[in-house]
């Protein structure tokens, strides 16, 4: 899976929000100032070159979707993290979020709480 500009993260962003749009949607959603038409429309085609989305016709009118589900951008886009930033090591990433204090005790106590599950809780 090809990874995304900002720019390109921006859109898909909506596109997976609103689930089948057109440039325009994605228009209404931005914030000001907005940027024109064609360049949303340039980064929507970038986007089904790439793959991640593909449209339907309707005359002129044409209506994107998605093709890659956020989960899985999400799960690609940190197994990269990992790999580049942290040698492959997610015990290396929760180290530096702990030590940059991004995540806290308490924080990380809870996540483990939950990753127990029900029957190993009490």
Same mark, same amino acid.
């Given at each position: ?6 720019? /390109?993260? %921006? ?7 609103? /689930? ?11 914030? %000001?100032? *907005? ?9 929507? *085609? ?5 793959? $991640? ?9 044409? #209506?994107?979707?998605?093709? !890659?589900? *956020?989960?899985?951008? *999400? ?6 993290? !990992?790999?580049?930033? $942290?040698?492959?090591? !997610? ?8 030590? #940059?204090?991004? !995540?806290?005790?308490? %924080? ?7 990753? /127990?599950?029900?029957? /190993?809780?009490?």
């Amino acid at each position: 899976m090809k990874k995304l500009t900002p720019a /390109e993260e %921006e859109v898909m962003q909506w596109i997976w929000t609103l /689930e089948r749009c057109t440039v325009s949607d994605i228009l209404d959603h931005l914030g %000001e100032p *907005r940027p024109p038409h064609s360049t949303i429309s340039s980064i929507v *085609r970038i986007l089904e070159k790439k793959g $991640f989305v593909d449209h339907k016709a309707y005359g002129r009118t044409h #209506e994107y979707y998605s093709r !890659v589900s *956020r989960d899985d951008y *999400r799960k690609k886009s940190l197994q990269q993290l !990992v790999s580049d930033y $942290f040698d492959g090591s !997610v015990h290396r990433l929760v180290s530096y979020l702990v030590k #940059e204090e991004q !995540v806290d005790w308490d %924080e990380l106590q809870q996540l483990l709480d939950s990753l /127990e599950g029900p029957e /190993e809780q009490d």
